[in-house]
């Protein structure tokens, strides 16, 4: 026999019917945000932008500070390339005034085909052989004095090159144009070289081929000088990046 319900479970079951659903205070919720912002859009940006604006000086002012750095480096640098220049065309009038005009190397431009890994390191491959005039023993360029290389084989159409960094190369050469020093490669760019100690020297020297027509072939690095030796090691480096090389000049 069914029982009717009591009025207790009358007014329970009408407020459950009657509680509002949880997703529609969320859009009530969502809806009232909105409308703020809406109506205080101005005072809601003004208090963004209070926040980012720190932010946003410090990034220009270090954009700036950089910025500034980089020009100041590029000056200075077109400034020791146009005072580089200069002094070469002055070493080459006084060469020439005293009587020294075949100072002027005959050059051959080349394309560099192959560079490491492709072929051993400290070593390049070539597109001027023997029909373009290239000889063994030639002296390589990157471009300028910037001497980087020898040929050591030659062939009909092509020649490879060996870096004066090669492991094992060894040369004689002129620190600064005036002190001799036995150099020695090491491989990847690098040369090593031994003064007795107390020679002055500093980095950035130049080490250079004897002769009137020069050539510089590498730069001072680094210089380990250790208390109590007889001698201090240099570290040099050829003037210019083998692995960036896209042409070079074979001195005749």
């Known amino acids: 026999m069914a029982t009717s319900p009591s009025p207790f479970d009358r007014i329970q ?85 005293l009587g020294r005009s075949d100072i002027e190397v005959p050059r051959v431009l080349a394309a560099v085909l192959m560079r490491p890994p492709w072929v051993p390191y400290d070593t390049l491959l070539i597109d001027a052989g023997a029909v373009h005039g290239v000889v063994l023993g030639d002296l390589v360029s990157a471009g300028g004095q910037a001497l980087v290389g020898r040929v050591v084989e030659v062939y009909e159409r092509t020649a490879r090159v060996e870096l004066f960094s090669a492991p094992g190369a060894t040369y004689q050469a002129l620190l600064r144009g005036t002190l001799p020093l036995a150099v020695e490669g090491q491989g990847g760019g690098s040369m090593r070289a031994e003064m007795p100690a107390g020679t002055q020297v500093a980095v950035g020297d130049t080490v250079q081929f004897p002769g009137i027509a020069g050539g510089v072939a590498a730069t001072v690095s680094a210089i380990d000088a250790r208390t109590g030796e007889s001698f201090v090691v240099l570290y040099m480096h050829l003037p210019a990046n083998p692995a960036e090389l896209q042409y070079v000049e074979v001195w005749k």
């Open 13 to 97: 079951k009408f407020r459950r019917g009657k509680r509002p659903r949880l997703w529609l205070l969320w859009v009530l919720l969502a809806g009232a945000l909105i409308l703020l912002v809406l109506l205080y859009r101005q005072v809601a940006a003004e208090v963004f932008w209070q926040a980012v604006a720190p932010i946003v000086r410090l990034r220009n002012s270090i954009s700036s500070t950089e910025a500034s750095r980089l020009r100041g480096e590029l000056a200075s640098t077109t400034a020791l390339l146009t005072d580089r220049n200069a002094l070469y065309k002055e070493n080459i009038e006084l060469k020439t005034r």
